[in-house]
């Protein structure tokens, strides 16, 4: 989903390749809610009727049902609950008519390797003559990416690093001037954009990649540090504590890699505001006075004077997952992809809330699946047929960090520079017909165009994400397929109801993510209100209807961190 979080996935060159492109600009990505191109609200609320297209909120609800219900057991990988969702979604691609992968099935093999580390219950930070004993769970989160039994940090030197960001194009390096190695780094969450008002400081309020957990995990071992920790901040990060609870207990996948995970950070960590401000305390330093100079340009990162022992053990398994891949050949031009995507995964079993132990993973992302059947559907119930080839892509993986995306990215089963866009869908929402529909890393590419037209059609508008700081656009499958140079699209209607308005639709959407988002109450409600849902899979579908139609490839705009990808290797390549 757009709001989990993201393994350490992205290697160097990646991390290069993709912030290459930004140089500080600000004007290509969601850094404002009004842009240029966006077009006001019609003042016609009237809805549209809707086609008889084969999408419809019954069909999208038959489908979450299943694959939301207990018996999937929230569809973790590596369980009963893939094998069942797997086998679900090849099956009703298999009725529809569709053809399997291009190796002949409906499966593509995702190799990863499953780490279930368990932490020491107290951490132990000593120095400055005082001990401060942190709890798992309460306190921190510690896991590793290390393939080893037992993963021992002992009197590991604590150093304060700011946000972790080396950002040669913003003029920024919280690293200068500091040896980390052998150290543990302690950081904030998101980027120094977010936390003034300055806007030419990185992109201001919008994310960057900088901001990302992932992107800091990975600095921290090129600069030869032995751990990292992340200070909780809800507000900049977007997400409760729950989440970095749920998100990180237990058994954690990952790519596998030729080293087994030896140039990672042998701890990845998050720790409470609480917590930090403890461990500043002892430092005989004030958090607040290092937060405010960390905001700062010319900041110079510190040793806090303490040092860090614990151990995690852990249990290594190396298996193999599945992203399900059906394909309706075009006419014309069936050697051109169109791929349509959403994750089948969750979180599996997990720790019990409320009596109830299973994260069914409704809306978060049955209900995208469920968008991929009813689009299949509608393509094969239409007259016209696709000139070009539409691939539907359920991945492994979204939860762990995108890895059955990027491993598909990586690992193509049709050419990169033959694929004309990815179309992404991660929760659907349930709380009816919306007037909106918000484009997350608006101004990137022209998909925003197509969008804006299918939006016509239903009498909706175009508007950018309305939380730039969240940093949404890395946070979902269309991300692997940007990286790589495919311009990808992922759309929603989440902040104006057609029938209740804007106050409304952002109550629902909060409440969801406070009391639902990774948790297992989110699961199928016959109670909710699918047109929204099925008017966003027609628009998904009308989309790709078009670039279906056409001979010439959407483009990445001016500015776009991804447009020298896809000239180098996109069409005519």
């Known amino acids: 989903m757009r709001l989990s979080l993201l393994s350490g996935w992205l290697v160097p060159a990646a991390a290069g390749l993709l912030l290459a492109g930004c140089q500080g600009k600000t004007?290509?990505?969601?850094?404002?809610t009004t842009m240029?191109?966006?077009?006001?609200?019609?003042?016609?609320?009237?809805?549209?009727?809707?086609?008889?297209?084969?999408?419809t909120p019954a069909l999208i609800a038959q489908h979450i049902k299943v694959l939301?219900?207990?018996?999937?057991?929230?569809?973790?990988?590596?369980?009963?609950?893939?094998?069942?969702?797997?086998?679900?979604?090849?099956?009703e691609f298999k009725k529809l008519g569709l053809q399997p992968g291009a190796n002949g099935s409906y499966f593509q093999a995702v190799p990863l390797v499953e780490i279930a580390g368990k932490p020491d219950s107290i951490a132990t930070v000593t120095g400055n003559g005082k001990t401060l004993q942190l709890k798992y769970r309460d306190d921190f989160m510690f896991l590793t990416e290390q393939e080893k039994p037992v993963v021992t940090i002992k009197d590991s030197p604590l150093v304060f690093a700011g946000y972790g960001v080396t950002a040669p194009e913003y003029?920024?390096?919280?690293?200068?001037?500091?040896?980390?190695?052998?150290?543990?780094?302690?950081?904030?969450?998101n980027d120094p954009g977010n936390a003034g008002d300055d806007s030419t400081m990185f992109k201001g309020k919008a994310m960057t990649y900088y901001g990302r957990w992932g992107y800091k995990y990975e600095e921290a071992a090129r600069h030869g540090a032995t751990g990292?920790?992340?200070?909780?901040?809800?507000?900049?990060?977007?997400?409760?504590?729950?989440v970095v609870q749920s998100s990180n207990g237990g058994a954690k996948l990952h790519p596998q890699t030729p080293d087994h995970g030896a140039s990672k950070v042998a701890l990845e960590g998050w720790m409470t505001l609480d917590a930090a401000k403890r461990l500043f305390t002892a430092a005989g330093q004030s958090y607040n006075e290092a937060y405010t100079a960390a905001n700062k340009r010319g900041f110079k990162g510190k040793a806090l004077g303490l040092s860090l022992s614990t151990t995690i053990r852990n249990k290594v398994t190396r298996k193999t997952s599945k992203n399900v891949v059906a394909v309706l050949p075009g006419t014309t031009r069936p050697q051109e992809y169109i791929i349509y995507s959403a994750h089948w995964d969750h979180l599996g079993v997990g720790k019990?809330?409320?009596?109830?132990?299973?994260?069914?993973?409704?809306?978060?992302?049955?209900?995208?699946?469920?968008?991929?059947?009813?689009?299949?559907?509608?393509?094969?119930?239409?007259q016209e047929k696709p000139q070009r080839s539409i691939i539907f892509l359920a991945v492994t993986g979204e939860e762990q960090g995108l890895l059955g995306s990027d491993y598909y990215a990586q690992h193509p089963l049709f050419p990169v520079k033959n694929t004309v866009a990815d179309i992404n869908m991660d929760e659907l929402l349930a709380f009816g017909p919306m007037r909106d529909v918000t484009v997350v890393g608006y101004g990137q590419s022209e998909l925003d165009d197509y969008?804006?037209?299918?939006?016509?059609?239903?009498?909706?508008?175009?508007?950018?994400?309305?939380?730039?700081?969240t940093g949404s656009f890395y946070r979902s499958d269309h991300f692997s397929f940007a990286k790589v140079g495919i311009p990808a699209l992922y759309a929603s209607g989440q902040f104006e109801s057609r029938l209740h308005g804007k106050a409304f639709a952002e109550k629902q959407r909060k409440d969801f993510e406070e009391k639902?988002?990774?948790?297992?109450?989110?699961?199928?409600?016959?109670?909710?209100?699918l047109r929204g849902a099925a008017e966003d899979a027609r628009l998904m579908f009308r989309v790709g209807q078009k670039l279906a139609g056409e001979t010439t490839f959407p483009k990445w705009k001016d500015g776009s961190e991804f447009k020298a990808t896809r000239e180098k290797s996109g069409p005519g390549k």
């Open 451 to 469: 969008a804006r037209a299918a939006a016509k059609e239903q009498n909706r508008y175009v508007i950018p994400f309305q939380h730039p700081e």
């Open 68 to 91: 939301a219900s207990d018996e999937y057991q929230g569809r973790r990988p590596f369980t009963a609950g893939e094998d069942k969702a797997t086998a679900y979604l090849a099956s």
């Open 352 to 382: 019990a809330i409320a009596g109830d132990s299973i994260y069914n993973g409704a809306l978060d992302n049955a209900s995208g699946c469920a968008g991929l059947l009813a689009i299949a559907t509608a393509f094969k119930q239409a």
């Open 516 to 529: 639902a988002y990774h948790q297992p109450a989110d699961q199928y409600d016959p109670a909710w209100d």
């Open 27 to 32: 004007s290509t990505s969601e850094t404002a």
């Open 228 to 242: 990292l920790l992340i200070i909780h901040d809800t507000k900049p990060a977007s997400y409760p504590w729950t």
């Open 36 to 55: 240029a191109g966006t077009e006001a609200a019609p003042t016609d609320t009237a809805s549209v009727a809707a086609p008889n297209d084969g999408i």
């Open 171 to 189: 003029q920024w390096d919280d690293y200068a001037g500091l040896d980390v190695k052998g150290k543990t780094v302690v950081v904030l969450i």
